[in-house]
């Protein structure tokens, strides 16, 4: 399949230069470098990072058990 696509003058230099570099064609190079583009994993979106603050749980609460937690919310 046959796609035009535009590059900046810089990019199409880096392009051509891999090219010739690697004894190898410009659509190659394009190829491979899509190839490796769509081969890396999507990201998920939000991820939560834990960061405790300063001070001390009270009794009974224990973080890596939701149900402890859930317990201590329901009785607050």
Not at 3 to 9: A, H, M, N, V, Y
Not at 27 to 35: F, I, L, S, T
Not at 50 to 64: K, R, T, V, Y
Request: glycine residues 6%.
């Amino acid at each position: 399949m046959r796609i035009t696509l535009g590059f900046s003058d810089e990019l199409a230099q880096r392009i051509k230069k891999r090219a010739a570099q690697d004894s190898t064609s410009i659509q190659d190079v394009v190829e491979q470098a899509v190839r490796l583009y769509l081969s890396e994993p999507t990201k998920t979106g939000y991820q939560f990072i834990w960061q405790p603050d300063s001070g001390a749980l009270l009794p009974g609460i224990n973080l890596d058990d939701r149900d402890s937690l859930f317990t201590a919310m329901a009785h607050s």
